[in-house]
């Protein structure tokens, strides 16, 4: 109890919060109140590398946990800083045998996932509809936003 698993993918943290952080694992989803000091899991046991933290409030989350790398990968979200979480997959057929949500990347009022196959999904932040964009560019790997 509170450490975090091992094998950390990324570290989040809120603009307001910045004592706030936000870790997926290799086992799990972990979260700090006091800048790292100690952690708590706040997802059952998982295996994820992404996960989105709504810059209006630090509580809201999305997450997309698999059982394993890139197998049965779904999208999640929590209102309450991961103490629960609801599935989050309207528009989606998951969980994904073979596949997982490798990064978010926000962009204006839309989130989109790099899943660990290529595929590249939006949904409209708050209406939360996912479809997929761009399936004849190939793998996808990143998106990176202009800020402009």
């Known amino acids: ?14 603009g307001s919060s910045p004592e ?6 290799g ?7 006091d800048a790292g000091e100690t952690w708590q899991e706040r997802h059952p046991p998982c295996y994820c590398r992404a996960v989105w933290v709504d810059p209006a409030d630090p509580e809201h989350l999305v997450l997309g946990p698999a059982r394993s790398v ?3 990968g779904r999208i999640v979200e929590s209102i309450d800083g991961g103490r629960s979480w609801r599935d989050h997959e309207q528009g989606l057929d998951t969980p994904w045998p073979g ?10 009022d839309s989130l989109y996932a790099v899943l660990s196959d290529g595929q590249l999904m939006v949904a409209t932040i708050g ?5 997929q964009i761009l ?8 998106l990176a936003a202009d800020s402009k």
């Not at 086992?27 to 109140?33: E, K």
């Not at 596949?99 to 204006?108: A, D, G, L, S, Y």
């Not at 399936?135 to 990143?142: E, I, K, L, T, Y």
């Open 70 to 72: 890139s197998s049965y």
């Open 27 to 33: 086992g799990g989803f972990y979260t700090s109140l």
């Open 99 to 108: 596949i997982m949500v490798e990064r978010f990347t926000q962009v204006e």
């Open 20 to 25: 706030r952080l936000y870790a997926p694992t």
């Open 127 to 131: 209406r939360w509809y996912w479809r």
């Open 135 to 142: 399936s004849d560019a190939g793998r996808v790997r990143a």
């Open 1 to 14: 109890r509170g450490y975090i698993h091992p094998d950390v993918h990324s570290i989040e943290l809120h």
